[in-house]
């Protein structure tokens, strides 16, 4: 989608840019791109403590970690563009930029296929027990006792959202053999009818579901979506698989369900707060709020088990996802210059 904007008055001059959260081979595509723009880089993300700087850049790009929120945007005072490397844009407060006359662009297709692999190899590595039997063969322990698995054939895939990734999840179940029943706010028929999926109620689909694998977005309405009122609702032993992100599920109700097996096992590559994991160091020297402690207690919780495979929020971290995202950036970022936002982000 491209809207028209207002706010470039001389398009085609150099801009500023500055971009966060960005690798070594990241920033060196980037610059091969935009030779004709100033640019500035950073490995951190965006925060309140280098706000300021950003403020004096046109445009900014940053990717899930920055917390875009009043505070900060209050001091991206030349700022006319945020444009993030993802999918989803909970992290930036589209209310405020919207007030500030900032546009926000993201990268609204880039990694169908690729979260979707990685939400079956999560499945795979909970129904064939692979963590397991590697952790055993690290310790020279080659006994198969307990690593009995099950087929994926003829099983009942409860996928939540089938928005562009959930669609892919549904395609690589059916070569699997998997039945498939979906929960979604819209449900497309044609769709469900040439893939012979079905929709049903949420409460519906974990009930029937001997794998539940949730792909909906982050935001007000899908906080929590999965909670102590509805996750003992799972099929008895079933798997919760989670490559969305970590507030659509509540922490403690998943634990508890693990506790007393009416789960089996999960397959996480996303954590309520996971962010606070990466400033674990620091809270060993500093005191660290209540909430921000206790999820940092409950997902050290959750990763010392055995019938939880986590990977770091690596589901779209694939060579090929990597340049789409790059590539969708540098035209969202172009058009830009040009007058037009190209994927703009809205609040509805």
Do not use: W
Not at 55 to 78: C, D, P, R, T
């Amino acid at each position: 989608m491209i809207d028209e904007i207002t706010h470039i008055s001389n398009p085609h001059l150099i801009m500023k840019i500055a971009f966060f959260e960005t690798s070594p081979s990241d920033q060196d595509y980037l610059s091969r791109m935009l030779t004709e723009h100033e640019l500035f880089f950073s490995a951190e993300p965006l925060t309140e403590k280098n706000a300021p700087h950003a403020g004096s850049y046109e445009i900014i790009s940053v990717f899930i970690y920055s917390a875009v929120n009043h505070s900060v945007i209050e001091q991206l005072k030349n700022v006319r563009l945020i444009a993030t490397r993802s999918t989803g844009f909970d992290h930036i407060d589209i209310a405020v930029c919207r007030e500030k006359n900032i546009a926000v662009s993201n990268v609204p297709h880039y990694g169908e296929n690729t979260v979707a692999e990685h939400t079956f190899a999560l499945i795979l590595a909970l129904s064939r027990n692979v963590h397991k039997s590697y952790a055993r063969g690290l310790k020279e322990d080659f006994s198969i006792d307990g690593l009995m698995g099950f087929d994926l054939k003829d099983k009942t895939l409860g996928v939540i959202g089938t928005g562009h990734i959930g669609l892919h999840v549904i395609r690589i179940a059916k070569g699997f053999g998997m039945h498939v029943i979906a929960s979604d706010v819209y449900h497309d028929i044609f769709l469900s009818e040439i893939l012979h999926y079905r929709y049903a109620p949420l409460d519906e689909v974990l009930a029937q579901a001997d794998i539940v694998t949730l792909h909906v977005p982050y935001n007000e309405h899908t906080h929590h979506l999965i909670n102590r009122k509805n996750i003992k609702k799972i099929k008895k032993g079933g798997l919760l698989i989670n490559t969305s992100r970590g507030g659509i599920v509540d922490t403690e109700a998943l634990i508890e369900a693990l506790d007393d097996h009416s789960l089996s096992g999960a397959g996480l590559d996303v954590l309520e707060g996971e962010e606070h994991i990466k400033e674990e160091n620091q809270c060993l020297h500093e005191n660290c709020g209540p909430t921000q402690a206790r999820q940092i207690k409950q997902n050290h919780n959750l990763l010392s088990r055995d019938n939880v495979v986590f990977t770091p929020h690596i589901g779209f971290y694939s060579e090929e996802a990597l340049r789409r995202i790059l590539d969708t950036t540098l035209q969202n970022i172009t058009r830009f210059t040009l007058g037009k936002i190209e994927n703009p982000v809205s609040l509805s």
